[in-house]
């Protein structure tokens, strides 16, 4: 992903683009980082250091370049840009969360195109609190297998996949919301987890204005009409999609090689 583009800016200020690498060649799968002792924690992100330094190595000096020849020595890293003293992020990106057991749990079935074929779009929620858009792209694991890329159909975000069926005095902020592991990577990206903060600190404000608990929004039907018209006509917030989007699968976003 593009951070930076130097051409958005005047001419001598930036001397190079800056681009996030979160690519499947520096994704780490052979040691898990929980369960197995603080040992072989350090040993799993010194791997995961190395391996992604190996990569760069590749990208620099073996990589076939878009204007011939191979390797891209032009490429470093960037400590300046990150705050760290290698250049790399200050922790680890782990794709995988934990999830809240939420009252209503978001299914592959009811995002992808190969499931709802012949159906006029993703299933639709009752209780929409905002719109997303994505793909399934499921990374290898340190169970093996293989990753999965999966188209997904112009999808709502359903309320009861935000409200734990315990506890009553938290609420998720991610892809953390109740989801299952298929389908929580169609959440996971920036424009998904931005829906669903918005929709998380729009909640919290309705609930301490009413003094309600997150799940009497949901459960009570005038509740929430109120709150879904607050989201619609005071913040804006889309909660369906157009007819003419809602059938369309999500294609995947070409990558950009930029300077890391």
Known sequence: MRALARSR???GTFDGDITLVDWEQTAYTRLP????????????????????????HWMQTRAPRHDGGH??????????????????????HV????????EFTLLEQHLTAAARAGAPG?????????????????????????????????FQLPLGALLPVRVE?????????????LSAPALGGH?????????????????????????????????????????SKSLGLALDWPDRLRTGPVTSAGALCATL
């Open 95 to 102: 794709r995988e969360s934990r999830r809240i057991r939420a």
């Open 191 to 231: 424009t998904g987890r931005w829906s669903i903060g918005e929709a998380v600190g729009a909640l919290v404000s309705y609930c301490l204005e009413h003094r309600l608990p997150p799940r009497a929004v949901r459960g009570t039907e005038h509740r929430l009409a109120s709150f879904q018209s607050r989201l």
């Open 122 to 154: 993703a299933e639709t929620f009752t209780d929409s609190v905002g719109t997303l858009r994505s793909r399934i792209t499921l990374h290898p694991g340190t169970g093996g297998g293989a990753g999965l890329d999966l188209e997904c159909l112009p």
């Open 169 to 181: 005095n938290l609420l998720p902020a991610g892809r953390n919301i109740g989801a299952t592991h």
């Open 9 to 11: 800016y005047l001419p």
């Open 33 to 56: 980082l929980a369960g197995l002792g603080d040992e072989v924690r350090a040993r799993a992100e010194r791997e995961a250091h190395e391996q992604a330094l190996s990569f760069l």
């Open 71 to 92: 390797g891209y020595p032009e490429l470093r890293l960037r400590p300046d840009a990150t705050g760290t003293a290698d250049g790399f992020a200050k922790t680890l």
